[in-house]
Nanobody, 123 residues
Framework: QVPLVESGGGSVQTGESMGLSCDAS????????MAWYRQVIGHSRDFVAS???????AVTPSLAHRFALSGGTTKRSLGLQMNNLNTDDSGIYTC?????????????????WGQGIQVTVSS
C-alpha cells in the first residue's frame, strides 16, 4: 500500500499551468510536514515547497511567484499549483511527508516519499 499518492502531472506547453496533488489519507499517524520536491535534468532532488502542522508554508524563493500550495497536513492532502511553466520545470515531482506515529510504549517519526510524477513542459 502506497502511503502517498500523487496525481496530476503530464505534458503542457510553455506558459501553461498545471496542478499536482498528493493524497496522504492512507498514512497513519500525525503528519508533521508535507512537501513537494522535484528532480529536473542535471540536478539532484530539490526542495520546492512545504507546509507544516502549524500551517507555516515555504516555497523556494525562485519559484514563489509561480508556484503555490493548497491543502495541508490536517487535510492529509497537498496540492501544488504551478503557473507560467517553462521547460526548466520539466522533471519528476515527488511528494514527501514526515509522520509521527506513536502507540503504547513507542514513538517514531517516519519519512515517506511518493513514487514521483512526471511533469513535461515543451516549447
Amino acid at each position: 500500500q502506497v502511503p502517498l499518492v500523487e496525481s496530476g502531472g503530464g505534458s503542457v506547453q510553455t506558459g501553461e499551468s498545471m496542478g499536482l496533488s498528493c493524497d496522504a489519507s492512507r498514512t497513519d499517524g500525525t503528519i508533521l510536514i508535507m512537501a513537494w520536491y522535484r528532480q529536473v535534468i542535471g540536478h539532484s532532488r530539490d526542495f520546492v515547497a512545504s507546509v507544516d502542522s502549524t500551517g507555516n508554508s515555504a516555497v523556494t524563493p525562485s519559484l514563489a511567484h509561480r508556484f503555490a500550495l493548497s491543502g495541508g497536513t490536517t487535510k492529509r492532502s497537498l496540492g501544488l499549483q504551478m503557473n507560467n511553466l517553462n521547460t526548466d520545470d520539466s522533471g519528476i515531482y515527488t511528494c514527501y511527508a514526515r509522520v509521527h506515529i506513536s502507540g503504547f510504549g513507542y514513538s517514531t517519526v517516519d519519512e515517506l516519499w511518493g513514487q514521483g510524477i512526471q511533469v513535461t513542459v515543451s516549447s
